[in-house]
């Protein structure tokens, strides 16, 4: 293991970030630092309660965002039980001596729930879990010593990474965009391209197309094996994350081998979601930025309505960047929200049925780390 630490620091000083922690450092050789944008990959060893080491680092001053991505097994349920800032704030707060896996189990599994005790606002999930930090405005990202654990259901391994992002102005969003149908009929994607960019210029964030492709050979232009909802009390459904190994994350693995050297977020349009109602789906809320995950992804179905297509993919896209709905409902009627919209901006808004982003909103998707530098 030594020869492997030297070779990886030999291989990529600019890469690698001091952990003030014992342990195992391994380069990640598919996603290497761009520019002043540093990504680190750290293997943790989760206890009997299901909770990991302390992962130390240090953050540059000026940092735009603080991007956690944690690995693991695909059927279990990962999220933070620490993360504390050079500040000394501790933003989760979870009790380590108490095993988190009850409560992720209840609110992912029963629930049906994007949802984690805490102040720290979490998207728990199955297989990969990210986090970006800021996630609201008034957060605070100081310089210096920051430290993280991660939390699960059981005993085991997980791989984390942390990547911090440049602080120069990121507004640049790279898509490639896929259009996977066994329809004659192509979609005019210059000018869907213009009526999300139509959307996302309130934020000033500009949207580039980097690759263009056509699956037309693939039994998933319509896709199926999605998680299925529970009916409320009220009886709505409710709204469950997709797994590993469903119809979604099996086309966003064949999209990746199409663009094997892509760090573009890759947009599917599909003919349907298999007639559940469903008309759009993203594979994270926030996303992992890692292009070889089965969660980077987003679909959106096909319409001739390129209006409607439009807000659906900037909806999307707008949660695989970090932003939830403004309100939403456990499968016991809780009512939850994400602090970020009030009750008079729901309607017009893009995470509810308009177009509309605030100010805080705009804050949120700009920490993304999907966002660069022109």
């Not at 989760?92 to 009850?102: A, K, L, M, T």
């Not at 992002?165 to 869907?192: C, G, I, Q």
């Not at 602090?339 to 008079?344: E, P, T």
Request: aromatic letters at 6%; a neutral charge.
């Amino acid at each position: 293991m030594l020869d492997r630490r030297m070779l990886a620091a030999l291989l990529q000083p600019c890469a690698i970030i001091l952990f003030s922690v014992a342990g195992i450092f391994i380069a990640d050789f598919d996603h290497k630092s761009s520019g002043a944008q540093q990504h680190v990959v750290r293997e943790v060893t989760l206890n009997l309660l299901g909770i990991s080491e302390a992962v130390v680092f240090e953050v540059p001053r000026n940092t735009r965002s603080l991007t956690v991505t944690v690995g693991g097994e695909p059927e279990r349920i990962y999220a933070l039980a620490s993360l504390r800032t050079a500040d000394g704030v501790e933003h989760v707060g979870w009790n380590e001596r108490e095993s988190p896996g009850p409560t992720l189990n209840k609110f992912y599994r029963e629930e049906h729930l994007c949802h984690f005790p805490g102040p720290l606002r979490q998207c728990p999930r199955l297989g990969t879990f990210t986090l970006v930090y800021p996630n609201k405005p008034g957060q605070k990202l100081p310089a210096g010593t920051t430290s993280l654990s991660v939390s699960s259901e059981k005993a085991g391994s997980a791989r984390v990474h942390v990547i911090l992002s440049e602080p120069n102005k990121a507004n640049v969003l790279h898509l490639n965009l896929f259009t996977v149908s066994r329809r004659t009929a192509s979609v005019d994607t210059k000018l869907l391209v213009k009526k999300i960019q139509d959307i996302f210029d309130q934020a000033e964030v500009q949207i580039v197309i980097d690759n263009e492709i056509a699956l037309r050979d693939t039994p998933l232009s319509d896709l199926t094996n999605l998680m299925s909802p529970k009916l409320r009390p009220s009886g709505a459904p409710t709204d469950p994350e997709e797994t590993p190994d469903g119809g979604p994350a099996k086309l966003a693995l064949l999209g990746h081998q199409r663009l094997l050297s892509s760090n573009a977020l890759n947009v599917y349009l599909v003919d349907s979601f298999g007639g559940r109602g469903i008309k759009a789906l993203s594979l994270g809320t926030p996303g992992p930025p890692l292009p070889s995950s089965y969660y980077f992804r987003v679909f959106v179905e096909r319409s001739s309505n390129y209006e409607v297509m439009a807000r659906l993919a900037a909806h999307e896209i707008a949660h695989f960047l970090g932003l939830d709905h403004p309100t939403w409902w456990s499968a016991s009627d809780a009512v939850y929200r994400d602090g970020l919209v009030s009750s008079a901006e729901v309607v017009t808004n893009l995470m509810s049925s308009g177009t509309e982003l605030n100010p805080a909103q705009i804050y949120v998707i700009t920490r993304s780390p999907l966002l660069r530098p022109k």
